[in-house]
């Protein structure tokens, strides 16, 4: 295939052994071709459009995502100042450099990272982004006429949604699968060897239904046992966020069908119901809904292993520290443990250190320009952050593996981190 001959995808251009495949599901609102502008140093160029409907009066449409990248010189800046630098620019994607790395970060603040579309003459918005290979999660801004705003997906991407939560992130894989190290564990397979999601409720644990995002692999058979993983969403999420931003199952299907890890069942639950407000989750009620309601509810209605061997457990920022919690208090409960970006300020007691040293190594991981990696927290009697943790953890001769990734609070890092933790810790 010509370089320069347009590529169109839904979600992504993906290597399989050599040839460049299509997909035939076309996504006409993404256009990813190779970089042809001299100016710019991403490998792709990247056209995102937007059609409004004809009776929508819109003065202005913008594009946003995590289209953010750093220099290390940044990130040891961010380190220096003991993660509390937010002042720190990130690049946008005209200024890319392949030696940046992408990160979230500020994005709410940096109008930079706004890009405005231009109306054209066949009344579709469009604007062109540089993009390197990886993952991306995006959506438009809408500004009407009477100056009113609204967040949306691209509605030709449309992200996962059931009817107790809505997501409005579009996801975009953007060049060759092995090109994006951990990241190309998302790319969507394209030999249809893929599992399915479906929405469940159960009885929780203050006796009110509740929602499951459920992951069940290609080729599942109810008349097998299946381990099973849960994944935690963080702070402001719910069983949503991993399925569209996380991707988690395309980066269960490719795990899998790589044979990396056996066919797995995965789970995402909404802890945040659990909570006193933002970042004050109720770790212990959280624990015993898990044990006593979410995880017989799956043994009973799937194809779910029982036994610790057959469970494990991660997460991301508040859901880090829901892991660090479980593996704390309830370790002997799960197969292994995935800590990403959170820590719980609570220490293991004497019993409980004692079984930590004899039990399975937890994987933890997290950004170098990561929030939770050190923040006004470490050192304090209340110290959340993932090198306080560690820290600890080798004061007491406590086994685990910890991965420091470049990359910010954000889904580059969890992705991967999702990814290695399959590939490399569990079955």
């Known amino acids: ?209 509740q929602c499951l995002g459920i992951y069940l692999p290609y080729g599942y058979d109810s008349s097998k046992k299946y381990p099973v993983v849960y994944v935690s969403h963080g702070g402001s999420g719910n069983e949503l966020d991993w399925l569209n931003s996380g991707a988690m199952a395309q980066v269960f299907d490719n795990a899998i069908a790589s044979g990396e890890i056996v066919p797995v069942i995965g789970v995402t639950m909404d802890h945040g119901y659990y909570s006193i407000g933002f970042g004050q989750w109720k770790f212990e009620e959280i624990a015993q809904n898990l044990l006593k309601h979410i995880i017989p509810f799956m043994e009973e209605k799937y194809s779910a292993a029982p036994g610790a061997e057959n469970r494990a457990f991660c997460g991301l920022s508040m859901g880090g520290m829901t892991t660090s919690y479980l593996y704390i208090h309830y370790h002997r409960e799960f197969f292994n443990f995935g800590i990403f970006s959170g820590s719980d300020s609570v220490r293991p007691n004497e019993e409980e250190t004692k079984i930590l040293k004899e039990g399975t190594a937890p994987y933890i991981t997290c950004g170098c320009t990561d929030i939770a990696f050190v923040n006004p927290s470490y050192r304090t009697d209340h110290d959340i952050t993932t090198l306080g943790l560690v820290e600890w953890l080798d004061a007491h001769d406590i086994p685990y593996v910890f991965s420091l990734k470049n990359g910010a609070h954000d889904f580059h890092i969890w992705i991967q981190a999702l990814a290695e933790f399959l590939t490399k810790y569990l079955w």
């Open 1 to 209: 295939m010509h370089p320069h001959v347009l590529m169109r995808v839904h979600f992504c251009i993906q290597r399989i052994n050599i040839a460049i495949l299509r997909r035939e599901e076309i996504m006409k609102s993404v256009i990813i071709r190779k970089n042809s502008n001299p100016g710019w140093k991403a490998p792709y160029e990247v056209t995102f459009s937007f059609k409004p409907a004809e009776d929508d009066d819109i003065a202005k449409v913008e594009l946003t995502g995590d289209f953010q990248f750093m220099t290390q010189t940044q990130a040891d800046g961010f380190f220096r100042q003991n993660g509390t630098d937010f002042g720190i620019t990130p690049y946008n994607p005209y200024q890319y450099s392949p030696e940046m790395f992408s990160c979230e970060f500020n994005i709410r603040k940096s109008p930079e990272h706004l890009f405005e579309m231009k109306k054209e003459e066949d009344g579709v918005y469009r604007t062109v982004l540089p993009l390197p290979d990886g993952q991306f999660h995006y959506w438009f801004i809408l500004t009407r006429a009477d100056g009113t705003t609204e967040e949306i997906c691209d509605p030709e991407n449309p992200s996962y949604t059931n009817e107790w939560h809505t997501y409005f992130h579009s996801r975009l894989s953007v060049g060759e699968r092995d090109k994006a190290g951990y990241e190309g564990y998302a790319f969507p397979r394209l030999d249809k060897k893929c599992g399915r999601i479906v929405f469940d409720r159960y009885k929780g644990l203050d006796g009110k239904m």
